[in-house]
Each structure stands twice: as structure tokens, then as C-alpha cells.
């Protein structure tokens, strides 16, 4: 099982534990990633918003790079993942507005965009292609006790009429995951709604209202912890909590947790290997009786 490996911009940078858990998980399951190390970022939904049409062409690009390759693409970021799919997916439906997209990315680089690649997020990749099952077998360090609240992040689910989840109202990815590494998924209202990164910059403290929403909501369910398969929705989480408790005036103390360092923990990674130590709420209480 090989893909072309679209890490997001955020994998390489504030993020990087979310690369190395990435790369033990991935190794350990017998998938070899071949890292696009010449695509472009995605826009982060940025871009769009000021233009559409560069943004579609950027991503077209990226999209002709992994097909040169005879790969479909694995995501490993939710944002990147909602943000180039709906690229893809405006192009595949309008015939003429990828003709359109194709002939200007011809002229500045040479390239062409022929619709016949996939684009998974690491997700749906263990869940469709390789397997619960596959999974469950592999796993030498059974999460067993650790309660696990599942936090999606918008971009994977909305637009609804452009997210490839197959019941975005009802997303069960994170939760059959949880269970097939021995965790037990923990259900709370929030884990649908926005962390508040698309409004940091111009609205911090609704912003960091609304991720301390969340974790007040996994929380009150009882989680040891949060899992989310977007990064930008992990900053939010995790870096800004210490503000995010000023403004609740509360302590809130709950581990934010990459996708795939869930993952690889359960693959036999220790805290170190999947940098742990990297995160502003470290998690080593939670899971100290899981990794010993």
C-alpha cells in the first residue's frame, strides 16, 4: 500500500510530533508514504476566500504531482484534507471550470490536472482501505481503559455537499479507530463543531471560547483525553489552553492528541518517539498506564 504523502504545512513546522507519529504509525503498518515535497500549500481556506481560482489551480497542481507518481494522495491534516477535496470535487462536477483551471496550469507550469486521483485523509485510509480488522491485529499496546473523546474539526465534515465523510452529521471514523486500538471512544456534543482557529487572528478570545467549549464538553463526558485528525484544530486546543483557562477561569488540564500519535502509541510508540514532550498539555499522565 503506497501514497503520495501531503503533510500540510503545520506537519513540517509548529506540528512536527504530528510528522513523526505520521512516519512510525505508517511503518509499522506496512504503508509507504512517498512525501510531496514539491506541492504547494493547500490555502487553509485562506486563499479561497480571496481567490478562488488560484487557490483550485495551486491545489491542481499538487493534484498533478501525485498523479506523475501513479499515487493517490494521503492527507494528514483535516483542514488540508476539506480544502483540496473541494477543489477537487468543484473541478471533477464542471468540465469546463477544470478545462479552465487546466489551461492556466499548463501555461505557468508545464502540467495538467486529469481527475484520476484519490485523496484520503490517514483516517479513511485505515478505515477504508487497510482495515479495522488489519488494525486491531497489529496493535501490540491495547489502549485498554483510556477514554478517548473524538474532536473532527469542520473541514473534514463541512460543506457537507463537498466532504467525502459518508454520513457527515453522524461521523463515526475516530470512534471505530478508538475501539479497535483497545481505547473507549467518548461521545459529547462539541465533537461536531468548530475548535475557533478560521477566527484566531481577527477574533481571538471567540475563538478560544470556542475550543474551550470542546474541552469543557469532553471533559464533562469524561475524557482522558482529545483526538483530532486536524492539526490547526490541535494548536487551537493545545497550545492556547493556558489562555483558553484564563478566559473560562477554569483549569482544564485535558491532553490534546494528533491522530496518528493515538496510533502509533497503540503500534508500540513510546511517549518520546511520538514527541509527547512537545505539547503544551503533555499527556503523560493520561496514558501512563497504556504505555508502560
Same mark, same amino acid.
Given at each position: 500500500?503506497?501514497?503520495?504523502?501531503?503533510?500540510?504545512?503545520? %506537519?513540517?513546522?509548529?506540528?512536527?510530533? $504530528?510528522? +513523526? %507519529?505520521?512516519?512510525? %504509525?505508517?511503518?509499522?503498518?506496512?504503508?509507504?508514504? #512517498?512525501?510531496?515535497?514539491?506541492?504547494?500549500?493547500?490555502? &487553509?481556506?485562506?486563499?479561497?476566500?480571496? #481567490?478562488?481560482? @488560484?487557490?483550485?489551480?495551486? !491545489? +491542481?497542481?499538487?493534484?498533478?504531482?501525485?498523479?506523475?507518481?501513479?499515487?493517490?494522495?494521503?492527507?494528514?491534516?483535516?483542514?488540508?484534507?476539506?480544502?483540496?477535496?473541494?477543489?477537487?470535487?468543484?473541478?471533477?462536477?464542471?468540465?469546463?471550470?477544470? *478545462?479552465?483551471? !487546466?489551461?492556466?496550469?499548463?501555461?505557468?507550469?508545464?502540467?495538467?490536472?486529469?481527475?484520476?486521483?484519490?485523496?484520503?485523509?490517514?483516517?479513511?485510509?485505515?478505515?477504508? /482501505?487497510?482495515?479495522?480488522?488489519?488494525?486491531? *491485529?497489529?496493535?501490540? #499496546?491495547?489502549?485498554?481503559?483510556?477514554?478517548? *473523546?473524538?474532536?473532527?474539526?469542520?473541514?473534514?465534515?463541512?460543506?457537507?455537499?463537498?466532504?467525502?465523510?459518508?454520513?457527515?452529521?453522524?461521523?463515526? =471514523?475516530?470512534?471505530?479507530?478508538?475501539? *479497535?486500538?483497545?481505547?473507549?471512544?467518548?461521545?459529547?456534543?462539541?465533537?461536531?463543531?468548530?475548535?475557533?482557529?478560521?477566527?484566531?487572528?481577527? /477574533?481571538?478570545? #471567540?475563538? $478560544?471560547? @470556542?475550543?474551550?467549549?470542546?474541552?469543557?464538553?469532553?471533559?464533562?463526558?469524561?475524557?482522558?483525553?482529545?483526538?483530532?485528525?486536524?492539526?490547526?484544530?490541535?494548536? !487551537?486546543?493545545?497550545? =492556547?489552553?493556558?489562555?483558553?483557562?484564563?478566559?473560562?477561569?477554569?483549569?482544564?488540564?485535558?491532553?490534546?492528541?494528533?491522530?496518528?500519535? @493515538?496510533?502509533? $502509541?497503540?503500534?508500540?510508540?513510546?511517549?518520546?518517539?511520538?514527541? %509527547? /514532550?512537545?505539547?503544551?498539555?503533555?499527556? !503523560?499522565? &493520561?496514558?501512563?498506564?497504556?504505555?508502560?
Amino acid at each position: 500500500m503506497r501514497y503520495a504523502l501531503f503533510t500540510g504545512c503545520v %506537519a513540517k513546522g509548529a506540528g512536527r510530533e $504530528l510528522m +513523526a %507519529a505520521t512516519t512510525y %504509525a505508517a511503518e509499522r503498518l506496512g504503508i509507504q508514504l #512517498n512525501e510531496m515535497k514539491d506541492a504547494s500549500c493547500c490555502g &487553509a481556506g485562506v486563499l479561497d476566500d480571496d #481567490n478562488h481560482f @488560484l487557490a483550485d489551480t495551486l !491545489n +491542481a497542481r499538487t493534484f498533478s504531482l501525485a498523479e506523475e507518481q501513479g499515487l493517490d494522495i494521503m492527507t494528514i491534516c483535516g483542514t488540508c484534507q476539506g480544502v483540496m477535496r473541494t477543489a477537487q470535487m468543484k473541478m471533477d462536477r464542471d468540465p469546463k471550470y477544470k *478545462a479552465k483551471v !487546466n489551461e492556466q496550469l499548463k501555461k505557468d507550469t508545464g502540467r495538467v490536472y486529469t481527475g484520476k486521483l484519490k485523496i484520503k485523509h490517514f483516517y479513511q485510509v485505515i478505515h477504508e /482501505n487497510y482495515g479495522l480488522d488489519s488494525l486491531a *491485529a497489529r496493535v501490540t #499496546n491495547k489502549l485498554t481503559g483510556l477514554k478517548v *473523546a473524538p474532536f473532527y474539526g469542520c473541514y473534514v465534515l463541512r460543506p457537507h455537499e463537498f466532504s467525502d465523510t459518508k454520513i457527515p452529521d453522524k461521523p463515526d =471514523y475516530l470512534e471505530k479507530m478508538i475501539t *479497535a486500538v483497545g481505547g473507549t471512544p467518548v461521545d459529547y456534543p462539541e465533537k461536531q463543531k468548530c475548535c475557533g482557529f478560521p477566527i484566531l487572528m481577527p /477574533n481571538k478570545t #471567540n475563538s $478560544l471560547q @470556542l475550543s474551550g467549549n470542546a474541552i469543557l464538553g469532553a471533559i464533562k463526558a469524561g475524557a482522558d483525553c482529545i483526538v483530532t485528525p486536524c492539526p490547526l484544530c490541535h494548536l !487551537n486546543m493545545d497550545s =492556547y489552553q493556558p489562555e483558553i483557562e484564563v478566559i473560562l477561569e477554569k483549569k482544564l488540564n485535558l491532553p490534546i492528541l494528533h491522530y496518528p500519535q @493515538l496510533l502509533a $502509541l497503540a503500534l508500540g510508540a513510546t511517549l518520546d518517539e511520538v514527541k %509527547a /514532550n512537545t505539547h503544551i498539555v503533555r499527556p !503523560n499522565k &493520561a496514558l501512563h498506564d497504556t504505555t508502560d
